[in-house]
């Protein structure tokens, strides 16, 4: 008698216990690197719930030399999300070489869905014939440091 109470009462503690977790289905992790010629490196993480900007490679602003984590929005998600299908990212087979002539370009590697993709877009906005722009301007806008005006 006392071994069916036991079970019981353990099958009634698990599901007690049990978090409801989410999970995201897609699972997106993206690394950007931004290649800066003479300037170094500026790296970028980016998954559902957090982001990490990490300027320790950057050699032009010795002002920002840190890594750092921030939540990472969720319509900012979204909007990358958009862009990875609207643009077709995952296929992408694009290796500019722009950091030959003007030493910057954003090196990307994408996991999503279970898939894994790795491309080069300069970020002049000529030679991703426009059709990449949004992209560009979306990772620019968190790795490419704007001079502050006083």
């Known amino acids: 008698m006392i071994r069916p109470i036991y079970f019981l009462f353990i099958a ?7 978090t409801d977790e989410k999970v995201d289905p897609i699972e997106l992790h993206m690394d950007v690197d931004l290649l800066q010629g ?5 790296k970028l993480q980016i998954e559902k719930d957090h982001m990490i900007q990490d300027f320790r490679g950057n050699k032009c602003e010795p002002n920002i030399t840190s890594e750092y984590s921030t939540l990472f ?7 990358l999300i958009g862009l990875i299908e609207e643009l077709d990212l995952m ?3 694009r290796r500019d070489c722009n950091s ?6 954003i090196a990307v590697k994408i996991n999503y869905k279970g898939k894994t993709n790795q ?3 300069g970020i002049d906005p000529e030679a991703n014939d426009g059709k990449y722009k949004k992209f560009v301007e979306f990772v ?6 704007k001079p502050v005006l006083f």
């Open 73 to 79: 929005p969720e319509e900012r998600y979204e909007e």
């Open 38 to 42: 003479k300037c170094g490196l500026i």
């Open 140 to 145: 620019s806008s968190y790795t490419i440091i």
């Open 12 to 18: 009634l503690i698990s599901l007690v216990s049990c």
């Open 100 to 105: 030959c002539s003007d030493g910057k370009d």
């Open 119 to 121: 491309f080069t877009i």
């Open 91 to 93: 296929s992408l087979r």
